[in-house]
DNA sequence: TGAGATGTTTAAGCATATATTAAGTAACTT
DNA sequence: AAGTTACTTAATATATGCTTAAACATCTCA
């Protein structure tokens, strides 16, 4: 799967491309419009994420239109700053198939990647587990044996990046850019308070640790 | 299953094909009457949606007269602006199977789609319950335990989303891009007001409670 | 052993999400 | 045309979640 970035500013672009990487797709990068639009006229790609201020002759939307116009139909999905709902329905008009507010989490991007590109529904598990702790991505419960847990938005995205990257340690710069926003200054100590909010709902009120901390490396879920 | 739509409004065209496709039916796209003719009669479709009002040689009312002509039996959702009731029958007349005024809730074609492609009874339960409530989507009806409760519209729109999703949180684009019309440019406060609204009804009178708010998540129905 | 590095904990201020109320519009009825 | 009902927004209040700073604890290696 070819997947084409469209995007100047480079933090994002290349935040975005490691990422998809990292799910195997094979990912192209353009820094400006007019190379951009070459690219994704020119090139076959299975997807391309543009960016909707970006320099050049041609905008993310222009970019969108053209292709369109000359019947190229691979599926789009527009970034833009924090705008009005006027900007949502302008986006969609062009002809872009998705349309995504910066700034977003990361897993929130792939989440439509892997949408628009309909991967196979299995490949997505529904419920991750981890010894007798569960936890449902579509209902967003969580147990440990018997007992609900409830946690916040953050948390609940913690322990989900843990639970999938289970038994192998996640340092605080890997959980930082996949939990949080691509963009946030989110300090290192964050993390460590957020892993202590997790072990006292997870862990704590339980005999058995899961939430270990690997020192040096970062931290894992892993059930004996 | 595949669709067809045929319809120059992008807006609306690809606010459709997003919502077919998380229904899981494979979909296509067409901007324009002479390629959507083509398209129509030469790919094999289970089901064609077409715009009354397109470009090009062929109107929509014009394709579905030549594919009957062909034989080509595939049934039409027929889409047109608010019109009069002589265009209704003229469009049941030219061979479609249906008739949708826009603008209309997504809800409302899905349901429509369904109907046309049998999709087994069963999937479409015509009474949903949590509890002690009841939503008749037939004779909209709404009860809880022996007390009839009276609802707006939109109220009972939203609460028939929250009922056919029961028990996983629903946030508010989810919920707006459901229960309003595609095109509604609908405030996320809306949905806070109509929870409200909905929870005077049908929560405030009763001891137990059914309309929950995950924070961070959504609103969800969950009868313990 | 002890100094620097890495991880833990607590509490407080700030930010954001949700709830509530009221008032303005639009649509429908009589 | 006036009155009613439904719909949406804006303003405000409240609750909860998020992030940081700073003090404390533990580990590692010279």
Same mark, same amino acid.
């Given at each position: 799967m070819?997947?084409?970035i469209? $995007?100047?500013e480079?933090?994002?672009a290349n ?7 990292? $799910?195997n797709y094979?990912?192209d990068?353009?820094y400006?419009?007019d190379?951009?639009y ?5 090139e076959p790609y299975?997807l ?10 041609y ?13 190229i139909?691979?599926p789009?999905?527009l970034?833009?700053?924090?705008g009005?709902?006027?900007n949502?329905?302008?986006?969609l008009?062009?002809g872009?198939d998705?349309y ?7 897993e $929130?991007l792939?989440?439509?990647?892997r949408a ?5 529904v299995d490949?997505q598990q ?15 419960e969580v147990?440990?044996g018997?007992?609900?847990?409830k946690?916040?938005?953050?948390e609940?995205a913690?322990?989900e ?12 710069d890997m959980i930082i850019?996949?939990v949080?926003d691509y ?6 100590n964050?993390v460590e308070?957020?892993?202590k909010?997790?072990r006292?709902?997870i862990?704590d ?12 490396f970062?931290y894992k879920?892993?059930?004996?």
């Amino acid at each position: 799967m070819r997947i084409l970035i469209i $995007e100047d500013e480079h933090k994002i672009a290349n935040a975005l491309k490691k990422a998809l990487q990292q $799910e195997n797709y094979a990912v192209d990068v353009s820094y400006d419009g007019d190379d951009g639009y070459a690219m994704a006229t020119t090139e076959p790609y299975d997807l391309n994420i543009i960016d909707w201020m970006i320099p050049g002759e041609y905008d993310g939307l222009a970019i969108v239109k053209e292709m369109r116009k000359a019947k190229i139909h691979t599926p789009v999905i527009l970034l833009t700053a924090k705008g009005t709902i006027e900007n949502r329905t302008k986006g969609l008009d062009s002809g872009a198939d998705d349309y995504l507010v910066k700034p977003f989490a990361l897993e $929130e991007l792939l989440a439509r990647v892997r949408a628009l590109l309909r991967r196979p529904v299995d490949v997505q598990q529904t419920v991750l587990t981890a010894g007798d702790l569960s936890l449902n991505t579509v209902t967003f419960e969580v147990k440990r044996g018997n007992s609900d847990i409830k946690l916040t938005g953050k948390e609940f995205a913690l322990l989900e990046y843990l639970l999938r990257n289970q038994g192998k340690p996640s340092n605080k710069d890997m959980i930082i850019s996949h939990v949080w926003d691509y963009n946030a200054d989110v300090l290192p100590n964050t993390v460590e308070v957020y892993v202590k909010y997790l072990r006292q709902k997870i862990d704590d009120p339980f005999k058995t640790k899961l939430l270990h901390t690997v020192r040096g490396f970062g931290y894992k879920i892993e059930a004996e």
